[in-house]
C-alpha cells in the first residue's frame, strides 16, 4: 500500500498487524524481538514513504 500511495490506508491497518504480530509472539510462532522489530519496520516504512535509502 505504501509503494501505491495509499499512506492513510496503511496507517489505518497498523493497529490489525500490531495485534497479529502481538498474538504470534504470545504463541510463540515468533519471537517477541521479531514482532517489535517488524512493527518498527512497517512504521519506518509508511513514515518515509518508500524512498531509498541514503548511502
Not at 493497529?15 to 519506518?44: C, E, F, M, T, W
Amino acid at each position: 500500500m505504501v509503494a501505491a500511495g495509499k499512506d492513510t490506508e496503511a496507517k489505518d491497518l497498523l493497529p490489525a498487524l500490531y495485534k497479529q504480530l502481538d498474538q504470534a509472539a504470545a504463541k510463540h510462532i515468533i519471537h517477541a524481538n521479531k514482532a517489535s522489530r517488524l512493527k518498527g519496520r512497517l512504521v519506518h516504512l509508511i513514515k518515509t514513504g518508500n524512498k531509498p535509502a541514503a548511502a
